[in-house]
């Protein structure tokens, strides 16, 4: 019997899940920046979901925004290396929560995130990570997530 391991774009699939076109940056920046073994991201917000967490969306549609937005993540990576096989390690990801003065669940909202990760890329999708709240995201979106990964030279 062969032991075939999926790839990470294989698990995304059997997820129900898909990586979509990369979205171009919005202004004078760039999508990511590779440095040596490291791609540090530029921040992905999500265009399915906007508003306030705490107010205009519940911790459920967070968690699916922050799980999209790190679709979007994975998708600018792959672009760069061609295969999310390459990955060796997630090192961290930095979340923000566009949510309401008395919204204190943004753990919560990143755990869409951080839990794609490792269904995708098993123990090297462990990661560092920061959660906050923010006043305001750009165009009203939930969540901006931005990601370091270290990947095979």
Do not use: C, W
Not at 56 to 84: C, F, P, T, W
Not at 88 to 104: A, D, I, P, Y
Not at 111 to 131: C, I, P, Q, Y
Request: charge should be negative.
């Amino acid at each position: 019997m062969v032991n075939q391991t999926l790839t990470p774009e294989e698990k995304i699939e059997n997820l129900g899940l898909k990586l979509k076109p990369v979205r171009k940056p919005a202004g004078n920046y760039v999508g990511y920046v590779r440095t040596g073994n490291l791609i540090y991201t530029s921040g992905q917000g999500v265009d399915e979901y906007h508003g306030k967490l705490g107010r205009d969306l519940d911790v459920e549609e967070g968690y699916l925004a922050s799980r999209q937005s790190m679709l979007n993540l994975l998708s600018v990576i792959k672009h760069e290396v061609g295969e999310l096989s390459k990955v060796k390690r997630v090192v961290k990801l930095l979340g923000f929560v566009n949510s309401t003065e008395m919204f204190t669940d943004q753990p919560k909202v990143m755990n869409g995130a951080s839990d794609l990760l490792v269904e995708v890329f098993g123990e090297k999708g462990k990661h560092a990570r920061s959660a906050v709240g923010m006043a305001q995201l750009p165009n009203n979106t939930a969540i901006e997530i931005e990601l370091v990964v270290e990947v095979e030279e």
